[in-house]
């Protein structure tokens, strides 16, 4: 708040702050755009402060700068207004919006925002409980085991495959990047740097209409890989939590595969960090119940029939045939099976010998970590409605 009043003091009368004109060049935007940052600002500082506290790695607020960040600015709800397709923004005026407002509620208040060349603004609303909540269409229990290969292979025996729409857009991507680097390169030539070098802090590049067409370009390829990758996720996402009263997950450590230099441009492409937050957020709305595996249990060893323990497992193992009941396996739906069974069944069918010297595997089901095994009364006459209140409060009372 002190920085706020020093900044309001002298916001219109510093010399710094006046235009060529000698007028306060702040006049000419909004003053929503440049309050709200100071509130952004508390919070992140607060944030900052209390992660310190709690040991958790924090990120001090940074500077933005305009075309250098994601450009963006807050309007407050008795600013703006919608009617059908169309918003009208201070100092802007009226503009044609793609679609309506399709919720219905008190507006708090909405952010404009840029991405590429196309402008958007996220409006939001208050809504009823009964608008946010939503209809599950199915019943079902599944497991997902996820990958590079197949983002998601179901229980089901479902693979699904991830479009990976930044490999298919590389070579375009590289092209067009080489184009826009050429421009960049003969812009430092002319002003007399070195062709490749930084440019210093202040300094500015002249204007050329062709450089900022090819920044324009670039900018929209990388768009529209990131919609084409959203577009997939947010259906699959949507669909896996509409249809299933509880989803097991394994618990990836996706930031650590990103540490590998070979495999992290394929798992960024796919999207799993994403996937799993969706799926945590669209749970909520359909009443859906993510289970995640603990990280140490061993979804693609175990025989989904008879719970054999296969340790000779390795990760070029595609596929494998259990010696102990003989069933064959494929590598990845045996792991979606072992992470379903973690809410469908506490125990397999008989307890097993394990490969390692016949040791009894008992307890190969039992809650490890995050785990809940958690026993889904499958067949009830009492109807559709009693099975997931059953299956919600068992979920409850063995969490706690
Ligand atoms: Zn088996």
Redesign the pocket.
């Known amino acids: 708040m002190a920085l706020k009043r020093q900044f309001n003091a002298i916001k219109y009368r510093d010399p710094a702050w006046l235009d060529a004109d000698g007028k306060p060049w702040l006049k000419t935007i909004h003053r929503d755009a440049h309050a709200q940052p100071f509130a952004h600002l508390a919070q992140a500082w607060d944030t900052f402060f209390k992660d310190i506290k709690a040991g958790k790695p924090a990120h001090a607020p940074k500077f933005k700068k305009k075309g250098r960040c994601r450009d963006s600015f807050y309007v407050a709800n008795d600013k703006f207004r919608v009617e059908g397709k169309a918003i009208r923004l201070p100092k802007v005026g009226w503009i044609k919006m793609a679609e309506t407002l399709r919720f219905e509620g008190k507006v708090l208040g909405a952010t404009v925002s840029r991405t590429a060349d196309r402008w958007y603004v996220a409006i939001q609303v208050e809504v009823k409980d009964c608008d946010f909540y939503r209809k599950r269409s199915g019943d079902g229990v599944i497991g997902i085991d996820l990958g590079v290969k197949a983002i998601a292979t179901l229980s089901t025996g479902e693979v699904i495959e991830a479009p990976k729409p930044f490999k298919r857009a590389l070579r375009r991507i590289q092209i067009r990047t080489r184009r826009l680097s050429r421009k960049l390169t003969s812009a430092n030539v002319q002003v007399g740097w070195k062709p490749n070098q930084p440019i210093p802090k202040g300094a500015r590049l002249p204007v050329s209409n062709n450089r900022q067409k090819s920044a324009a370009i670039v900018a929209r390829t990388h768009a529209r890989v990131a919609n084409l990758r959203a577009d997939f996720l947010h259906k699959l996402t949507t669909n896996i939590c509409r249809e299933n009263q509880a989803v097991v997950l394994e618990n990836l450590n996706v930031r650590g595969m990103m540490g590998n230099r070979r495999l992290a441009r394929a798992i960024a492409d796919v999207g799993l960090y994403e996937f799993r937050r969706q799926i945590a957020y669209k749970a909520k709305r359909y009443g859906t119940h993510v289970v995640i595996a603990d990280r140490w249990y061993p979804s693609s060893r175990l025989?989904?029939?008879?719970?054999?323990n296969n340790d000779a497992l390795t990760l070029s193992d595609r596929a494998w045939t259990?010696?102990?009941?003989?069933?064959h396996h494929d590598r990845d739906i045996n792991a979606a099976r072992n992470l379903e069974r973690l809410v469908t069944a506490t125990t397999l069918p008989e307890a097993?010998p394990s490969s390692d010297g016949g040791a009894a595997t008992e307890g190969v089901f039992v809650a490890v970590g995050q785990v809940t095994p958690v026993r889904y009364n499958s067949i009830t006459e009492s109807g559709q409605e009693e099975k997931v209140r059953t299956f919600a409060r068992d979920f409850h009372s063995r969490k706690a």
């Open positions: 025989c989904s029939v008879c719970g054999w259990c010696p102990h009941c003989g069933t097993s």
